[in-house]
Structures are given as C-alpha cells and as structure tokens.
C-alpha cells in the first residue's frame, strides 16, 4: 500500500491524475494477446489461471420450452424470486418477491435459509398455483462455481464482498436444496434442476428472443462474460460430458479475474489507484479486471482520486459548516437528487456513509451541464464532508473551475471502464470468430452500467469499433443487444432447457 501511495504522492498536476486512466495503443495490444492467453489456460485448467471458463453443460434454448418456472436470483445483495410461465406468445412473469441479503452474514445456513424462506414465501403468495404442481427451479448464483453438472455446481470463493462460511468448497445447489427441505419444500415440489450464473441467464434470454445471441455479458455492480464454445476445445483435467451430447456448450468465464502481471509482479493494466483499492478490498490477490471496470469499485476508485487531489492541492475547496451551505437552493437540489438515487427524502440522502458514492453518482456528476454545475456541487456536500474538532461538519465548496476538474476525472475513471470493457469484448469477438467460426458474435449485455448509462454504451461501443479492425473483424459482425431481467428469465428459460433433458 505504501508504494501505491508513494506512486500516487508523485501527481503533480490534474492531467497527471487523468492520464494515469489513459490507454495507450501498446497496452491495448497487449491487453487482448494476454486475454487469449488466459482464455487458453482456463480451459486446459492450468494452474495459476485467472479465467476459470467454467464448463456449464448448458446449451442454447431451442426456443419451444413451455411450463412454469421458478427463478431464484442471488447474485449479490438483491435477491428475487421469480415464478415465470413459457409460452408461445413469449415469457409471462406470474409473480416477483424481492428483498435484500447481507453480505456480511457469517453462516451459511442462515444464508440459504434465507433465500428457501424468500422461495416459500413467494409460493405462498400464488394462490393460483396447485400445491401439488412441480415447479422446476433455475439458480442464477452469479458467484464462481466449479459446474459438474447442470444442476451441481461447487463453490470456488466468494466475490462481491461476501463472506458466508459453509460454503466454499459445497454444492450450492445441495445446499439450497436441503434448505428447502428445512422450510417444508420436498424435492419432489421444488427441484433445483439448473443453476447457472447471470451471464448465462443473460446469454439464455437473448438468444431465446433472438437466435444470433451467442455470449451473455455483464457490467454492473459487477462483471462477467460467458460464450458458445466447442466441446472439444475444452480441456480441463478431469472434465467429463455426463451424458452431455451437444458438441457445444456455453462457458462461464469468470472474467473479472482476468490479470497480467509484470516482470515485478504488478498487475500490467492497473494503476496506483486501482491497486490501492485492491489493498482495501476483502481479497487483494484476486479479480483485477473487475476492481478497475464494474460499479462496485469505480466510486472507490474516484474517493481515492479525489483524496488524492486533495491531498496533493489539486483540490483547495473552501470548508464551511454544514448549515451554512445549505441554503434553499442546495436543499431544492439535494431533494430533487434523492430520488435517483435510491433515497426517499434528503435526510437519507445526507446520511448516505462515503463508501456508497459510487458509478451511479459519478454519472450525476458526469452529466451536469447547468451553469455553476450545481449537481457536482450537491453530490460532493453529501459525501464529501469532514468532522471537525468538537464533532462540527463541515462541507466542501468549490469554485466552477474546481467542479469542472472533479467532473473530468470522473469521467476519466467512468471511460477507462467502459474502454476496458470495450477491449474485453473485442477479444471475445475475435476469438470466437476463430473457435466456433461465428459469422456473427451477438453480446447479449445486462447489467446497470450498460443500460442505464449512455456514455458508457456510446465509449463501448465507438472504442470497440475502433479496435476491431485492427484484427480483421468488420464492424458489422459484431452486435451488442441489450437485455432485460436476464439473470431472471434467463433462470426459469435454464430450468426449462434442464427440464426437457
């Protein structure tokens, strides 16, 4: 940590600041060549890999599944339970609970305890169903799992700051299972018959509305990717079919974990801000490529921007009580900022902790095109904000000048995440074309960040165009689609597919 302080100490200027989230053309030639190089040992299960290119033994819907179908959605701290119908008209959603899960919860148990009592609560809830029907169940754990199956799947470690213990190293879907079988759900009611993470959910979805959709991918909270790929390329240690048939199948990559570390042994496309946030985080040694591009971490990658803006005296806002900044106009902002998000009144607002800035208030502050920027200023007296001696707050006020500069070096953290995502796409494009001889690659993208914000589709998309060419893939082979509710649809859609085996 103190040499990441040290490198960061060093920033003179705000351009020094920004250019450290630059990419130049020789790191991104680098990036896609040791990105191929990872996917190669993920799938021979080298040891030391970073892409651990799950098997899923799961293939593409054939579009003609029908029934009805639960879908339990856990893949960080919002849960939903979802009860869906498969028609010929299309997917009917009959029924949705959702609550949200601690990721600090110690046991394991009353972990999948809590998620059988969300799945009974929801039947409970739907009178219209027979208590006797049987209602297959897809599991989307959007965790990384060691697959042997399409309904056993062993997990490999926690991300997403969870810590649960009981279950690393089990079968998630036994696990759930035997939960079930604790609340009054018997296999024979209930019957976890497929569990796959969000990409798949989202690859599932898309290509069931629309054939060409070949990869599922996600940039949100979090980050992942999986792909068709052939059978035959995948060669890990002890990978057997299990009366699989297809000679393809759809393989979950794990690609936060992606990596390239240097001759002195630092991760080769990090800078000292995205390696300072890794120290801080629960598992400093894993899942690089996430800590730099997925919701999660961009607000604490921007706290520490700031910090080191103020530290440096970049930054030289004046300091006034918190009162005294908050004149009518500031309260009419802040309550018109609450809302969007997440808070219901401008007391929640205040109350929100420094660690809950993230993407979704750098997009705000990105945004704002009022004259004074009054938005920036508002974010920044809500979550930067320092307890003076004798326990007085004091808030933050800066010149336009100022709020320009904090304006540019979030956008400068947001577009280095969208370019990096952009990068992982077209390595993903080129190897595909080259393994299963795509004529067409069709990202099929769910997730916040994509959906939810257009400069991050407008920086993918326009910097993945500039870089297909450079690998001989015309622009028009390569199609991003938007999907919605993936990780739910995408479940029941699973469950169906494991259904009709």
């Not at 060549?33 to 996917?39: D, G, I």
């Not at 697959?147 to 470690?157: E, P, Y």
């Not at 995440?417 to 001889?437: E, G, H, N, P, W």
């Not at 099929?444 to 991050?456: H, Y």
């Amino acid at each position: 940590m103190d040499a990441a302080l040290r490198e960061i100490a060093e920033l003179r200027t705000l351009e020094d600041i920004q250019a450290a989230f630059s990419m130049e053309k020789a790191r991104l030639e680098g990036f896609v060549s040791a990105f191929h190089a990872a996917m190669d040992d993920g799938l021979a299960g080298r040891e030391g890999r970073c892409l651990q290119m799950i098997p899923t033994y799961t293939d593409c819907p054939k579009g003609n599944e029908r029934g009805r179908f639960l879908a339990l959605d856990f893949g960080g701290t919002n849960l939903r339970v979802v009860l869906y119908r498969l028609q010929e008209s299309g997917i009917e959603l009959d029924r949705c609970l959702k609550c949200t899960i601690n990721s600090s919860e110690p046991s394991g148990a009353v972990l999948f305890d809590t998620l059988a009592s969300q799945i009974k609560a929801l039947l409970e809830q739907a009178p219209a169903v027979p208590t006797e029907e049987r209602i297959p169940l897809g599991f989307t754990f959007s965790f990384p799992v060691q697959q042997t199956s399409i309904c056993s799947g062993t997990l490999i470690h926690w991300t997403k700051e969870f810590v649960a213990a009981g279950v690393i190293d089990h079968d998630v879907v036994a696990l759930l299972q035997s939960a079930l079988a604790r609340v009054g759900i018997p296999a024979t009611r209930v019957p976890v018959t497929a569990i796959a993470n969000d990409t798949v959910g989202t690859l599932m979805c898309g290509c069931y509305e629309d054939p060409t959709v070949n990869s599922g991918v996600i940039f949100g909270t979090g980050t992942n990717a999986c792909y068709v790929e052939r059978v035959a390329a995948i060669q890990r240690p002890g990978f057997t079919l299990g009366g699989y048939t297809s000679p393809q199948m759809i393989v979950n990559m794990e690609w936060g974990g992606f990596a390239s570390f240097d001759a002195e042994g630092r991760e080769a496309f990090s800078n000292a801000f995205d390696r300072l946030v890794a120290l801080k985080s629960a598992d400093p040694s894993t899942f690089h490529f996430e800590k730099k591009v997925s919701g999660r971490y961009l607000g604490l990658i921007a706290i520490e921007v700031l910090a080191a803006a103020h530290r440096n005296g970049l930054l030289q806002p004046r300091w006034v009580p918190r009162v005294d900044a908050e004149d009518d106009a500031v309260l009419q902002r802040l309550a018109s900022l609450a809302p969007r998000f997440g808070f219901d009144s401008v007391e929640m607002l205040r109350g929100a902790a420094q660690e809950q800035f993230d993407s979704n208030h750098m997009a705000r502050i990105v945004e704002d095109t009022e004259p004074g920027l009054p938005t920036t200023a508002a974010v920044l007296q809500v979550f930067w904000r320092k307890e003076e001696e004798g326990g007085a707050v004091t808030v933050p006020v800066y010149s336009e000048e100022q709020l320009r500069a904090v304006q540019a070096l979030c956008r400068a953290i947001i577009v280095r995440s969208a370019r990096l995502f952009a990068l992982a796409l077209t390595a993903l494009a080129v190897r595909m074309r080259d393994s299963i001889r795509a004529a067409k690659v069709t990202f099929a993208i769910d997730g916040s960040l994509f959906r939810k914000e257009a400069l991050v589709r407008r920086e993918v998309r326009a910097f993945m165009d500039a870089c297909l060419p450079q690998y001989g893939v015309p622009l028009d082979a390569v199609a991003l689609v938007e999907s919605d509710d993936g990780s739910g649809k995408g479940a029941a859609i699973i469950a169906a597919t494991a259904a009709a085996q």
